[in-house]
């Protein structure tokens, strides 16, 4: 069965160092794949493209059409690669919204790995303190190993020790690692009648199984 | 008008009011609350003079909306017109006590002389909750065990109650007792909440997707799983479910004069200023602007994706639009689109699918040709709560209460 990857880059610019880190790491995680025989696709989202939708998202409550692909692409996928710019210590407002206006559900249990570009290396951390929590908070899955790309590391002045293929093909292993002898993110259609009415099969089971009171 | 169209008792058409006071950006004025409700009443009595059938309002609690007690409003305008049929567009089956919805539209449906339905909703105003006492994290069970409730009260004389949000009843007998003894229509609004459908399914009662504001694709899934409920509990096909469908639209004799003279009240309105262009919205959304036959031609189609169904609602009165724009739009209506989608919808409707609802079918499905019950009280000797039934038609001597 084909693993589909959605990769949604958040960066402002084209081109942009978010788009060459999302491809790297997507070019990564096919290799991974590949040598575990494991057939794959992938589609990558750029939501500059859609920054206009995910603002009338914001207030009118539904997807324009362009939006409304990239989420379902997303809700659909087997695996999410999330490359955002980091500023002013954090993810980026135009990631956040698209995060905001995506189905609360579109990403649980999903696999994701993280990955963030800036400036300097000292904004390194923001995966952890600011993705991170944002992404459990989402009940998805986060890999362990996230990608931080400064500006150095396209140049000359790159890390030496931890170089940032390395932290690439480490963070992209595990992603690999998690889509292989999976079957795949069993999606629950909410609007099943096994999904809403909790297991049961009547309305009887709403009325009969109604909380306390708050 | 043509007389075969309005003898026609497969769809109603109307219009549906979310009673916002909203400043109109063209003049910089911003009505009164005593100008508004007036306006309401003038354009509640145009629709039934244009020959609409449906006049329906919403139920707010806060500032700029003016409903907050649509059953009043209602009944005014029930007493000043003959034909019309009034109803709400929500009325808030979470934060009000289901006890006063039972007697506040009883009390409706008798001065109206069972010209009025109603629509249960849960609300979109969060701080709405917290003020009735309620939370809003319990929307959902607050509005199952309410109209749980409220479904008994019009229909069982008396009532033993225990519940998990609302002080116990024993012994309780909501009055008036329903006209005829017949429970008013009760329609369910939602716009994306799968249990609402199925509750909807699950008493036979109708559905209603607002169908504004969202492209139509997402209330598609709703009614698609409403329709397939209503048959899981046996009240017969999916056709025959009771499906309602709002929408929207503005119009001039031409095309681009309804553009432009729409554009600015679009451009500031609340729900969807600055966002999308017009002309976005429009393709996105049932929101059609333009001419009558534009609007025949998108909501005469809306059966292909909905099926055949019993009431569609036109929001025309908001977004700060002056009254004498909002009774063109009635007179557009009225003349030009609903006497063309009657004869339109009324083709190759399978003859299996159900006209729409009233009180008149209502007493003939639950008495035939016999005489309606008209309950009539006993002397007050407080019997429902001893015992016997405060109705001089109930033998029983033994209440609910005294089976305890």
């Known amino acids: ?214 | 008008m043509n007389d075969n169209n309005t003898t026609w008792q497969g769809m109603q058409f109307g219009l549906m009011s979310v009673s916002d006071i909203t400043r109109n950006p063209i003049t910089g004025e911003t009505p009164s609350e005593a100008q508004r409700i007036r306006d309401a009443v003038t354009i509640a009595k145009h629709a039934e003079e244009a020959g609409l059938d449906v006049f329906a309002i919403g139920e707010h609690h806060n500032p700029p909306f003016f409903s907050s007690s649509p059953t009043t409003l209602l009944a005014a305008i029930a007493a000043q017109t003959e034909r019309l049929l009034v109803s709400t567009s929500t009325t808030l089956i979470t934060t009000n006590d289901p006890v006063k919805i039972a007697e506040d539209y009883a009390m409706l449906q008798h001065v109206s002389e069972g010209r009025m339905d109603l629509m249960m909703g849960r609300g979109n105003t969060g701080p709405v909750y917290p003020w009735f006492g309620k939370d809003i994290r319990q929307g959902l069970p607050l509005a199952i065990e309410n109209y749980q409730l409220l479904h008994r009260l019009w229909r069982e004389d008396v009532v033993d109650f225990e519940g998990k949000f609302r002080t116990a009843l024993n012994g309780f007998t909501s009055t008036p007792r329903p006209l005829d003894d017949v429970a008013p229509f009760v329609w369910h609004g939602s716009i994306r909440t799968p249990e609402i459908a199925e509750q909807a399914a699950y008493y036979g009662d109708g559905f209603f997707a607002n169908n504004i504001f969202w492209p139509k694709e997402h209330y598609q899934r709703l009614i698609n799983l409403y329709r397939q409920r209503y048959a899981h509990y046996g009240h017969g096909a999916p056709e025959q479910a009771i499906v309602g469908l709002g929408g929207q639209a503005f119009m001039a004799k031409k095309s681009q004069d309804a553009i432009d003279q729409f554009r600015p009240y679009f451009n500031a309105a609340p729900v969807y200023g600055n966002g999308p262009s017009m002309e976005d919205f429009t393709e996105m959304t049932p929101l059609t602007v333009g001419s009558p036959q534009q609007v025949i031609d998108r909501y005469a189609a809306m059966r292909d994706h909905f099926g055949d169904y019993q009431r569609q609602l036109f929001l025309v009165d908001h977004a700060g639009l002056p009254l004498k724009m909002v009774l063109e739009q009635i007179d557009f209506l009225g003349q030009d689109v609903v006497p063309v989608l009657r004869r339109e919808l009324q083709k190759n409707r399978p003859s299996n699918v159900p006209d729409a609802p009233t009180h008149a079918a209502l007493v003939k499905a639950k008495y035939g040709d016999k005489e309606p019950r008209q309950p009539r009280p006993n002397a007050n000797r407080g019997d429902n709560v001893t015992g016997g039934s405060p109705y001089q038609d109930t033998e029983s001597s033994f209440g609910s209460a005294a089976n305890k």
């Open chain 1, 1 to 214: 069965m084909t693993r589909r990857i959605a990769v949604v880059a958040a960066g402002l610019s084209d081109p942009s160092s978010t788009r060459m880190l999302a491809d790297k790491l997507v070019q990564a995680v096919f290799a991974e794949l590949d040598a575990r025989g494991i057939e794959r696709e992938a589609r990558v989202f750029e939501l500059r493209d859609v920054a206009h939708d995910i603002t009338n998202n914001l207030l009118t409550g539904f997807a324009p059409k362009d939006l409304a692909e990239v989420n379902e692409y997303v809700a659909n996928a087997d695996a999410l690669i999330a490359v955002t710019p980091i500023f002013s210590t954090s993810y980026s407002g135009l990631f956040k919204s698209w995060l905001d206006v995506l189905d609360r559900e579109a990403i649980e249990g999903t696999p994701v790995l993280l990955g963030a570009t800036a400036g300097t290396a000292r904004h390194s951390l923001a995966i952890d303190y600011a993705m991170r929590p944002l992404f459990t908070y989402l009940h998805a899955e986060p890999v362990s190993t996230g990608v931080f790309a400064a500006s150095s590391d396209w140049g000359a002045e790159a890390d030496q020790v931890a170089p940032l293929q390395k932290r690439i093909d480490r963070a992209a292993g595990e992603l690999a690692d998690r889509l292989t002898g999976s079957t795949g993110v069993e999606k629950v259609d909410p609007f099943a009648p096994e999904a809403y009415l909790g297991g049961g099969s009547s309305f009887e089971d709403l009325l009969t199984n109604l909380p306390s009171r708050g």
